[in-house]
C-alpha cells in the first residue's frame, strides 16, 4: 500500500557529505513522522533521525550538528543531509515513514523502505 524509495547513499572519505532522499507513494491519507534510521554490521537497527508533519525534528546524539533532516509534505518526501562524516557513520540507511494511514483503512502503520549503504572511508 505504501512504497518507499531511497537515494542518495555511496561511498564517501571521511568529512565528506551525502544527502539521502526517500519518497513514500500509494494511496496515503497522512504520514505522522517520517524519519532514517541505520543498521551497522553486527548491531541492531538505531534511530538517525525523524521528521513530524509540522516541522519538529528528533536526532541521534552522535548525529546532531553534523545531520538535518527535512521533509516536504506535499510530496511525501524526506531527506537527509549528512556533512563531517565519519567512518562510525557507515551503515545501510532505512527510511521509514511512521504512523501513516491509507485509503479504506482507519489504523496507523508504519512502512520502511529497503535501505540504501552509506560507506565512509577513513
Known amino acids: 500500500q505504501v512504497q518507499l524509495v531511497e537515494s542518495g547513499g555511496g561511498l564517501v572519505q571521511a568529512g565528506g557529505s551525502l544527502r539521502l532522499s526517500c519518497a513514500a507513494s500509494g494511496s496515503i491519507v497522512s504520514i505522522n513522522i517520517m524519519g532514517w534510521y541505520r543498521q551497522a554490521p553486527g548491531k541492531q537497527r538505531a534511530l538517525v533521525a525523524t521528521i513530524t508533519g509540522g516541522g519538529s525534528t528528533n536526532y541521534a546524539d552522535s548525529v546532531k550538528g553534523r545531520f538535518t533532516i527535512s521533509r516536504d509534505n506535499a510530496k511525501n518526501t524526506v531527506y537527509l543531509q549528512m556533512n563531517s562524516l565519519k567512518p562510525e557513520d557507515t551503515a545501510v540507511y532505512y527510511c521509514?515513514?511512521?504512523?501513516?494511514?491509507?485509503?479504506?483503512?482507519?489504523?496507523?502503520?508504519?512502512?520502511w523502505g529497503q535501505g540504501t549503504q552509506v560507506t565512509v572511508s577513513s
Open positions: 521509514a515513514a511512521l504512523r501513516t494511514q491509507v485509503h479504506g483503512l482507519l489504523r496507523l502503520d508504519d512502512y
